[in-house]
């Protein structure tokens, strides 16, 4: 069965240190990977997307995610953390193929940023 | 540039009433889908629809309707509330299968 598990329900950093937000998926095919970003009371928005280019995939506001295949894993990483991350954050899959554009969500993980 | 907009954004609603979801995009895409978000549980897909005339179930379609008669619009129809479906519900839309999907800001749904 395809999934997707986030490791961390809630991280908390101080301001200025690395983040480190954890995703394993399962899957028997290489599926497309993202990370999206949630701000309270506000939609998802895209932070990066891995499909099957290169595995270290860069994005939006100093992110960035490796695809480890041998690990199944789909971590997202920044250097320093600013205030303005404080958000909720989901890995998502999706499978390769098929004639529908369905994802799989993880359950999120609560980012909170410390002063 | 619009994107993906919802109608309304909160709504209270009594059992038994029924009522309908507003979604619009604007960026010609050919899929729209319909989530719900619940605490701890992410996001699950309720319908989907992969171009004007054609919509499916997603995994938690129960209660809910939904039509695509144009490639704008794609309302997400409630026609007996229920408490169960008290949630924040997320409109999606893409240009093709492999593409990310943009999302509306989500309507906050209580039915009491």
């Known amino acids: 069965a395809q999934s997707v598990t986030q490791l961390d329900s809630h991280v908390s950093v101080s301001e200025g240190t690395p983040v480190l937000l954890r995703c394993n998926y399962s899957?028997?095919?290489?599926?497309?990977l993202f990370w999206y970003v949630q701000h309270p009371n506000k939609g998802l928005q895209l932070l990066l997307k891995y499909t099957s280019a290169a595995t270290l995939v860069k994005g939006i506001n100093g992110f960035e995610a490796e695809f480890k295949k041998s690990e199944t894993s789909f971590h997202l990483t920044k250097p320093s953390a600013h205030m303005s991350d404080a958000a909720e954050y989901f890995c998502?899959?999706?499978?390769?193929?098929?004639?529908?554009?369905?994802?799989?969500f993880g359950t999120g993980t609560l980012l909170a940023v410390q002063p | 540039n619009a994107g993906v907009t919802q109608t309304p954004k909160f709504q209270v609603l009594k059992t038994g009433q029924s009522m309908t979801l507003q979604c619009a995009q604007d960026?010609?895409?050919?899929?729209m889908s319909w989530y719900r978000q619940d605490p701890g549980m992410g996001l699950r897909l309720i319908h989907y629809s992969v171009g004007a005339g054609i919509t499916d179930q997603g995994e938690v379609p129960n209660g809910y309707n939904v039509s695509r008669s144009t490639t704008e619009d794609f309302p997400l129809r409630l026609l007996s509330a229920a408490p169960s479906q008290t949630s924040v519900y997320f409109c999606?839309?893409?240009?093709?299968?492999?593409?990310?999907?943009?999302f509306g800001d989500g309507t906050r749904l209580s039915i009491l």
């Open positions: 998502v899959f999706q499978p390769r193929g098929g004639a529908t554009n369905k994802l799989i």
């Open positions: 899957s028997s095919y290489s599926p497309s």
């Open positions: 999606a839309s893409s240009s093709l299968q492999d593409q990310p999907q943009h």
């Open positions: 960026m010609n895409h050919e899929y």
